[in-house]
DNA sequence: TTGTAGGCGTTATCAT
DNA sequence: ATGATAACGCCTACAA
């Protein structure tokens, strides 16, 4: 509509009588430029609302200084805090980013890679769908060696780096805590998914019960999708168990609260009756009663450190290669849910 | 790093003997091309691994498909929900999106609106902060008539487009709610805000009271930071003020369930001592017990009208200035912690 | 229907 | 230290 014509190179060139050379130079302060001309450059610019054209810009230089982020879901605090860690580091390093969610659709995940693709970003980070069960549509990213980071939802494969905490341990240390409160009948809730977050949260509740001699059962194991309506399905498989279980370890904090929740309707007490620990220490942890036992790491955390492993792999600063995993910190929070004696 | 050479339009000319100009035309699908060498094109482009160079296109075109986008913060869930409303609609019509977020902080917002002004964003999306109090940081968008429509939290201003809900008639209804149920010491917590939704959900909350004869006490108004912990100072007010009031009227979810926790902690009974409605049907409103009556609004309703109007006026389909202010439909849900009689 | 040629705004490589 | 000039990849009159 009403754009009025742009202020180019040339038209500073024309007004201060120099060539534009000499005007680029002076804007990206080329250190051969007298410092005279290079303060009348800039002052003129800043004077005519000149903005450089990044895409002429680009055009030369083969690089967009974009970045692609592509995540199940936005809405979840966790992956809203990612996000946020990832856009405070890009815009702090000059990035931009493009962002797009797959509705824990592969399909919709491989349309967005695509559109990555196209849009030429510098590099791209993901965190996978549910059903994503390998990495064949990156294969535009590893075929042209264009840096590819996963954090979170990740699937091993040799051309990435990942990012993420130590599922298996964490799991580990959640069971292990049931276990240490009393509990021997232990449910562990995870997600039908293919990712190896879950088959180590899952393997982690395993060689707990191992070591602590609890024998495994298998009709223990409860695939559900992780959001609350899933957690109240859950409870009504653990009302029909019997012996009913003792202790719930859920692989996300949503799923467990929606399964206390229909749990407490029946009149089943917690953490007496049963004990849970939860997943991601997400806000409402702490609004349902009992407070939620869970595992906390930081969205921003993850977020920060992707992107900054990213830019400093575009920068040529770091090689990623030789540390294809990063695991991050993360604490086990004790609360009420699962504190069975004082 | 390897990023190979990109095949150009040249390149297909050359293999298929014809010139640039052909096959640009091929690629656009431009009517007048024959349909057979169109397709050979196509055909040549796609097995040669072609992409379309967005840079050469957008130097030409002046325009960049992008979409500046500006909120808060990201992790409520309201917000993430605007976005994901925003990215369904823009990357369906083949916008991309820039993210930023202000952190409730004007002077990142004023940066933001900069880096997306000198990207070239073809029109801006955006929900202030808090403590934004003019719009005075956009002008550089609207001394270039590029369009800018503002989301929920707005500011009052002829040059843009505003789209959410009659926050007035909410709270009217809200409030309304609370007296019908028999409160009449009715708290109203609200944001150190001067965005006119907290302006106009307080004014609706005052002319409930008018209507119904119930005094209006400048006491009974709480500024808080409308998150858990400002709802727990303010629980900490409330519980001082003789005498004790009846009901709340909260501005936002996370905020009352802060309150209602430090005010269970204290042994106060919701609804039976004083019952409580909130704002935005926050995930967590259906984990406080007794489940928080609140008003319901889509953010992917609100982020996919915003997006929608944005493109549409930028593809010249409709104009903004006829309709400067849209409103979307809300509800309130009641639930338990307003229920004082069955 | 197709080809020629010029330009979009920068940057980089030469000279000067 | 500065200036001319040629890319960068695509689009679009205009001509053929």
């Known amino acids: 509509m009403g754009q009025s014509k742009e202020v180019t190179i040339y038209d500073i060139a024309r007004?201060?009588?120099?060539?534009?050379?000499?005007?680029?130079?002076?804007?990206?302060?080329?250190?051969?430029?007298?410092?005279?001309t290079m303060k009348k450059i800039l002052d003129a610019?800043?004077?005519?609302?000149?903005?450089?054209?990044?895409?002429?810009?680009?055009?030369?230089?083969?690089?967009?200084?974009?970045?692609?982020?592509?995540?199940?879901?936005?809405?979840?605090?966790?992956?809203?805090?990612?996000?946020?860690?990832i856009e405070r580091v890009a815009n702090k390093k000059g990035y931009n980013l493009l962002i797009s969610h797959s509705s824990e659709s592969t399909a919709?995940?491989?349309?967005?890679?695509?559109?990555?693709?196209?849009?030429?970003?510098?590099?791209?980070?993901?965190?996978?769908?549910?059903?994503?069960?390998?990495?064949?549509?990156?294969?535009?990213f590893f075929k042209?060696?264009?840096?590819?980071?996963?954090?979170?939802?990740?699937?091993?494969?040799?051309?990435?780096?990942?990012?993420?905490?130590?599922?298996?341990?964490?799991?580990?240390?959640?069971?292990?805590?049931?276990?240490s409160q009393g509990c021997r009948r232990i449910v562990h809730i995870t997600a039908p998914s293919l990712q190896s977050v879950y088959a180590d949260r899952c393997s982690g509740y395993k060689q707990a019960l191992l070591d602590h001699q609890v024998k495994f059962k298998k009709e223990y194991v409860l695939v559900e999708d992780l959001n609350m309506q899933g957690g109240a399905h859950a409870a009504e498989m653990i009302l029909k168990m019997r012996p009913a279980p003792d202790g719930v370890f859920v692989a996300n904090d949503l799923c467990a609260i929606g399964c206390m929740l229909a749990l407490k309707q029946k009149d089943v007490k917690i953490p007496q009756d049963i004990a849970f620990v939860g997943f991601n220490n997400d806000p409402a942890s702490k609004v349902i009663e009992p407070n939620l036992t869970t595992?906390?790491?930081s969205g921003h955390d993850v977020g920060e450190t992707a992107a900054r492993y990213l830019i400093n792999h575009l920068s040529g600063l770091s090689t990623i290669q030789d540390t294809n995993t990063v695991m991050l910190r993360f604490e086990l929070i004790v609360r009420e849910s699962s504190t069975r004696h004082k």
């Open 15 to 36: 007004k201060l009588n120099i060539s534009a050379a000499t005007v680029s130079r002076g804007l990206q302060m080329h250190p051969c430029t007298a410092k005279k």
């Open 45 to 85: 610019a800043e004077e005519m609302g000149y903005r450089t054209n990044p895409f002429a810009r680009n055009l030369i230089s083969r690089r967009t200084k974009t970045i692609g982020v592509i995540v199940p879901g936005l809405t979840s605090h966790f992956m809203s805090s990612v996000v946020e860690g």
């Open 108 to 140: 919709k995940e491989a349309d967005s890679v695509k559109a990555l693709f196209n849009n030429r970003v510098d590099g791209l980070l993901a965190s996978l769908a549910h059903d994503t069960k390998d990495l064949a549509h990156f294969d535009l």
């Open 144 to 179: 042209k060696d264009i840096p590819v980071i996963f954090f979170d939802r990740v699937l091993e494969h040799e051309n990435s780096t990942n990012i993420l905490i130590d599922n298996h341990k964490a799991a580990y240390m959640a069971t292990n805590h049931l276990i």
């Open 295 to 297: 595992v906390d790491y």
